[in-house]
């Protein structure tokens, strides 16, 4: 049973490898060619573009994190690469999280039809909004940084102390818990924000059928299918992160790390977010659900030939 299962997750965390590399990359290539051929980006190709960098960085750190624990189970890792390994992951996550916040925050300003003067101060002046709230959560990234090396630096006095595999593997596992609640701590805000965002969104669409008295012409209207997209996106990323959090809590669980399987349950749950949310993305973007028409049309040709 044991074995069958370490298969299933062992093809699963394969398949979300290869297919969020291939998402990503293609969201990257995109708009890097985009970028060298206008010689300028717009602020969701900009978003985009570090968005699906961050990710495919989350994706790598996931695998390596998965063949580090299989060769060492980490309790003997030295404390530069531990470090290494738990700073890596800190910035790719919270960059991968704080973009795709700062992506909803776009649709909402962009899409959304409020008359409220402080909403359209904030619309007028959206890519100062995004930078500024982009700097600002970089103070939140420098504080989880400092309360995860003091995390590391406590279990390096302990893991010294220690000599038996069994003490060192306890306090990696002690040392982990308190990384993922930091992780999930810091993770909360954001969310909140995307959370607040989609509701926001929800009631501008509302109120633009509203207008609109749910007519013939109303589901046709450009605002309306522009909103329908942007909360299609919003909620795909809700759902997703939820997926991811979860996958926290699954590592949070107390349960004997003999084999492994609880860690390559968590790694294949969380690697689903930011695999599968790009892959949306492109769908629901113009520019890259054409140019991923174009790159199908091409292979069929290819394949004909």
Known sequence: M???????????????????????????????IDWVRKRTLSSIGSILLFLAISRMVLIWEMLLAW????????????????????????????????????LSIFYLLKIASFSRPIFLYLKWRVKKVLLMILLGNLIFLMFNILQVNKHIEDWMYQFERNITWNSR??????????VLLEMIMFSVTPFTVALLSFILLIFSLW??????????RGERDPSTKAHVNALRIMISFLLLYATYFISFFISLIPTAHKNGLDLMFSLTVGLFYPSSHSFILILGHSTLRQASLCVMTYMKCRQKH
């Not at 593997?169 to 308190?178: A, H, I, Q, R």
């Open 2 to 32: 044991g074995i069958n299962l370490y298969g299933i997750l062992t093809i699963l965390m394969i398949a979300e490898f290869i297919f969020g590399n291939v998402s990503n990359g293609f969201i990257v290539l995109t708009n890097s």
């Open 207 to 216: 109120k633009h059928l509203q207008k609109m008295h749910l007519n013939s």
């Open 67 to 102: 063949l580090k624990y299989m060769k060492y189970s980490f309790s003997f890792v030295a404390g530069t690469e531990l470090r290494g390994i738990m700073f890596t992951w800190v910035v790719s996550n919270h960059f991968s999280l704080w973009l795709a916040t700062i």
């Open 169 to 178: 593997v306890s306090e990696y596992v002690g040392f982990s818990n308190l």
